[in-house]
């Protein structure tokens, strides 16, 4: 039974052979909705980004075939962004501060992508300056036995960002409606359901407090023929790769419908997924970086207010 929605009619797709002028529709928890002018992607100087549009709104239906994996706005190669993704990443260390200071609230990052989309790339080039005293990298692997004996989301749960924190998690709770269904570990009618408590775990963290932001780092089939051929030809890139890499091949096409209908029953206002181009690695930390940079800055945390009457402190000789 496919859960899927009707493709909008102005849904944004970047396929190569687009031609017209883009439109974006910025959508904020906070703002509602509003269309914006159009925008041409030139050449020279490329357009200011506008990451919006690689957000999915709550009343959209994506396919990710329609997703073109290679886009890049315009800028043509990794020299092109990286003054840009620099002030991105001094933009993350100091909202990470404020939001390390104010201690009131808390951002958890959710990473997911097909094997070689990037996840870990995107961490060390990102995340590589934050104050690790702020922030935490948890990579679910398969569960333990412990874990299996709770429901599937205990394990999720324990590593939830504390006031203050940033949290990111290496795969997630969505594994959950992804491998399983994929496999047939579970049948389809409990992972269905899955959609509505993935949706109520993540409402109850937004009450409590909690941003979510969650990535899809989307890549091409043969993007990923690229990268699993580069890691088998360098000695040094051996340790990443699996033979189960090769197996999983196989089921490109249900982990993509698996995809599509996770985050299109899972992008919510509170909780929104983004379907990041990532076929070009810099361009996908361009991305990540200025999304999460723009999500901390309408947070807009504070410093504490300072005690009273530090005015009349003097520090002794």
């Given at each position: 039974m496919s859960t899927q929605r009707n493709l909008p009619n102005n849904f944004l797709t970047t396929t190569p052979d687009a031609s017209e002028a883009?439109?974006?529709?910025?959508?904020?928890?906070?703002?509602?909705?509003?269309?914006?002018?159009?925008?041409?992607?030139?050449?020279?100087?490329?357009?200011?980004?506008?990451?919006?549009?690689?957000?999915?709104r709550p009343e959209q239906s994506i396919v990710l075939s329609a997703l073109d994996p290679n886009a890049s706005e315009g800028y043509k190669n990794k020299n092109d962004v990286e003054d840009e993704l620099e002030h991105q990443r001094k933009r993350l260390q100091?909202?990470?501060?404020?939001?390390?200071?104010?201690?009131?609230?808390?951002?958890?990052?959710?990473l997911q992508a097909m094997d070689t989309g990037g996840k870990d790339g995107t961490?060390?080039?990102?995340f590589g300056g934050l104050n690790p005293q702020g922030c935490q990298v948890w990579s679910?692997?398969?569960?333990?036995?412990e874990e299996l004996t709770h429901d599937f989301l205990w394990r999720y749960h324990q590593r939830t960002p504390q006031r203050g924190m940033i949290s990111i998690f290496n795969r997630?709770?969505?594994?959950?409606?992804?491998?399983?269904?994929?496999?047939?570990?579970?049948?389809q009618e409990i992972w269905q359901q899955r959609y509505q408590l993935i949706n109520e775990f993540e409402h109850m963290l937004a009450l409590n407090n909690i941003r979510v932001i969650k990535?899809?780092?989307?890549?091409?089939?043969?993007?990923?023929?690229?990268?699993?051929?580069s890691r088998l030809k360098d000695p040094n890139k051996h340790w990443k790769f699996s033979s189960d890499d090769i197996k999983e091949r196989q089921f490109w096409d249900d982990y993509q419908a698996a995809f599509e209908d996770a985050i299109n029953n899972c992008s919510t206002?509170?909780?929104?997924?983004y379907v990041v181009p990532a076929n070009k690695k810099w361009y996908r930390n361009l991305v990540v970086a200025r999304t999460i940079a723009d999500t901390l800055e309408a947070m807009n945390p504070q410093y504490p207010k300072a005690e009273v009457g530090l005015e009349n402190i003097v520090v002794p000789d």
């Open positions: 883009l439109k974006v529709v910025a959508t904020t928890t906070e703002v509602a909705s509003q269309m914006e002018p159009e925008k041409i992607v030139v050449d020279k100087p490329p357009p200011k980004p506008d990451y919006t549009r690689y957000r999915v100091n909202l990470q501060e404020r939001l390390y200071a104010e201690h009131q609230r808390s951002l958890l990052i959710v961490i060390k080039h990102v679910f692997k398969k569960p333990s036995d997630s709770h969505y594994e959950d409606v992804l491998i399983v269904r994929v496999k047939q570990l579970v049948s990535f899809f780092l989307h890549i091409s089939k043969d993007e990923q023929k690229r990268r699993l051929e206002a509170y909780a929104p997924w």
